[in-house]
Structure formats: structure tokens, C-alpha cells
């Protein structure tokens, strides 16, 4: 399986409408059945996503999804297996076979443990619901389902899936239906809060998640959500039922921050390379609003690239603002140092710009442009 046609099986995992009987634990579908097919796809997709280079090889990190995914999933604990991918967006799944799939933009957007729990709680009731079957069944009867389906199953690259092979044009094809979305929605938040999450995260999350998808100028609704409720829908429904369960609650805020630590500032790389700038500035925006002291210098220095890099008016000078923050605050990024340097530098202030550049350099001595930044300090006359 290549990078590129990981979407395809993981749209496929994804897919589903709520008709069958809820499984039970250990549940082991008819040999020759239409479940038992679906279950023999999963397996092998799963043999070959433990090496995809997407893959993010952290056991710590992997081990901590895996137990708040086992708070929320009670008995069922035994049959899941995690595996966080890297890619910037908000997404989850889990297959019929038990194979969970989280994005690190889902990790980077949820600020606490009760919030990934309502993610993963929701990912575990397609799972307990066996949302996926009545749709497999649906979709395998078309040529064009089992063409995608021959090519997800035995691994084949992205060249032979054409179009098929891109995460939007699977997830359009292969959602679960809005019924099986709200069941999901009621499901997880539920079997999370009857295990101490606070109710109020769910709301929470889908409040951020509406307010990004309003500071969208651009384009339409991305399709891997297009079969879900609307997100003020969702947002409305979520609110709704969480005012109707206890209050209180944790929120596990702490193990969060400390799990995703050492790849924080990779996935806010990640989220700018998505070039949204616009959701992206209001993500990180967000994020910044009420961050911990320790991720407010680096939060600074991205939310400055995502205006400086959007270009808009009034941007240049906001960016400026959030970089000079930046630098004031402890422990800046060594990147900070960088671009300080370099205005610095095509202000004329020379002194000033050979003196920043070489902290980035002595933080980051093993930086893609450190031979550059070094060329420029070594010149008699740096930048004249």
C-alpha cells in the first residue's frame, strides 16, 4: 500500500449506515459471510498500515490513545488496536475488525483527554453498531465499489486507482449515513461520561470544530464530512444531550498536554502546510487562547506564520506582533530566531540580524537552511 492510497481503505473502514444488532464483545462474524469479507479487507489493510510510512512510531503516544480508547469501549477493550497517522486534519475511524485510526490534527484540536474521549467514543459506537455492514453490502453490488474495493484489499498503488485514490472522492463515497452519525454522537458521549469525563467537552469541541469551519472563506465543506449532520446541527444535538447528564467531570487536561508534547510543534507545522490559512489561524488561535505557559511562545510563533503567510490586509503587522510575543515569552522555537533575524536583516539593522541568526543557529544547528544562514553570517559585510 503507497502513502497515497491510504485514504482509500481508510474511507472504506469508515463506511457504514446503523441497521445491524449492536456486536458483542468478541463477537467473530460467519465464515463466508458478507461481515466475514469485510473483516478479511480490514485485516489485511491493517498487516500493511503497522509499516506505512505514515504511520507515527511513537509506542508512548500510541499506548495513551489506546487506554482512554479502552475507558470509553469498557469489555471491548481487548479488540482494539491504535494507530495515529500523520495528517493535519480532524479525522478518526475504526473498523469493523478493530483497527482505530486516529489523525494528529484530531490530537492537535482536542485540548484534553474528556475531548478525545468523545472522539473516540464516537469511533467505538460505529464499531459496537456495526455501522459499516449494512453499507458494505449496499456499495459492493457496483462495479465501481469492487474495483476500489480490489484495490484497497490486495494493496494495489494509486496509479491504477486514478481519481478513487484521493481521501475526498473515497470519504463522499463511503460515509456513514447522518443517522449513524447522530447514534454515534449519542453513543459515545455517553459511554465517555460514564467513565468520569466531564459531559461538557463534547459541546466544547464542536463549538471550536463550527467555529473553524466558519472562518473558511473559501471552497466548499470538505466531503469526509459531508455526511455528518451539519456541524451547527451536530453542535446544537451534542449540547443537548450533554445538558442532560451529569455535570462535572475530568477533563485529564494534564495527560493530554504531556502525550502529545513531543510532536506538538510538528503538527503545527503540518496544520500550516495544509495552507487554510485562514482555519488554521483560527485553530491556533484557539489553541493559544487559553495554552499553558510552557506552549505560549511556540503557539505565538505559528499563529504569526499563518497570518504572514495568508498575506491579508492588516496581517504583516499582526504577524510582526505574535513574533515579537514570541520572543518575549520563554523558550522561543530556534525558527523565531530565524525570522527575527532575517527582518532584521532587510531592515539594514546588520548587527542586529548576525546576532539573532546565530541563536537559530545554535538551537538548530542541523536546520535545512543552516548552511545558508551560516553563508550569509561568514560574508565580510553580512547582507550588504
Request: glycine fraction near 8%.
Amino acid at each position: 500500500m503507497t502513502a497515497a492510497s491510504l485514504p482509500l481503505w481508510l474511507a472504506l473502514a469508515a463506511a457504514g449506515a446503523a441497521v445491524p444488532p449492536a456486536a458483542l464483545p468478541g463477537h467473530v462474524p460467519e465464515r463466508g459471510s458478507v461481515e466475514d469479507e469485510l473483516r478479511y479487507a480490514m485485516d489485511r489493510a491493517e498487516r500493511e498500515l503497522r509499516e506505512h510510512p505514515l504511520r507515527v512510531r511513537d509506542a508512548a503516544l500510541e499506548a495513551y490513545v489506546h487506554d482512554v480508547a479502552c475507558r470509553v469501549a469498557g469489555e471491548y477493550c481487548g479488540e482494539l488496536r491504535v494507530y495515529v497517522i500523520e495528517q493535519p486534519w480532524f479525522n478518526a475511524s475504526m473498523a469493523p475488525n478493530g483497527m482505530l485510526v486516529v489523525w494528529t490534527g484530531a490530537l492537535l484540536r482536542c485540548r484534553d483527554e474528556a475531548e478525545l474521549a468523545m472522539v473516540l467514543g464516537h469511533e467505538f459506537a460505529h464499531f459496537r453498531q456495526r455501522h459499516s455492514l449494512v453499507q458494505w453490502r449496499k456499495a459492493k453490488r457496483t462495479s465501481a465499489f469492487l474495483g476500489t474495493f480490489g484495490l484497497v484489499a490486495w494493496g494495489a498503488g494509486a496509479a491504477a486507482a486514478g481519481p478513487a485514490a484521493s481521501l475526498l472522492g473515497a470519504a463522499s463515497m463511503y460515509g456513514h449515513s447522518r443517522e449513524a452519525e447522530r447514534e454515534a454522537d449519542a453513543i459515545g458521549l455517553a459511554a465517555a461520561v460514564a467513565q468520569g469525563y466531564e459531559a461538557a467537552a463534547a459541546p466544547r469541541l464542536w463549538q471550536r470544530m463550527k467555529a473553524e469551519e466558519d472562518a473558511r472563506r473559501h471552497g466548499k465543506p470538505l466531503p469526509v464530512f459531508a455526511t455528518h449532520p451539519r456541524t451547527a446541527e451536530r453542535l446544537a444535538d451534542v449540547t443537548a444531550a450533554a445538558a442532560r447528564l451529569p455535570a462535572g467531570g475530568e477533563s485529564g487536561r494534564d495527560r493530554h498536554q504531556a502525550a502529545v508534547a513531543p510532536h506538538f510543534a510538528r503538527w503545527l507545522r503540518g496544520e500550516l502546510s495544509r495552507r487554510m490559512y485562514d482555519s488554521s489561524a483560527r485553530v491556533i488561535g484557539d489553541l493559544l487562547a487559553d495554552a499553558p505557559p510552557a506552549r505560549q511562545s511556540l503557539l505565538s510563533y505559528y499563529l504569526s506564520e499563518a497570518h504572514r503567510r495568508r498575506g491579508g490586509p492588516g496581517d504583516a503587522a499582526r504577524a510582526a506582533e505574535l513574533l515579537a510575543r514570541s520572543l518575549a515569552l520563554p523558550d522561543p522555537p530556534a525558527e523565531a530566531w530565524r525570522d527575527h533575524g532575517l527582518a532584521l536583516r532587510d531592515a539594514g539593522h546588520h548587527e542586529e540580524a548576525s546576532a539573532s541568526l546565530r541563536r537559530y543557529l545554535a538551537l538548530s544547528p542541523e536546520a535545512d537552511d543552516a548552511e545558508f544562514i551560516a553563508s550569509y553570517l561568514a560574508s565580510p559585510e553580512p547582507g550588504r
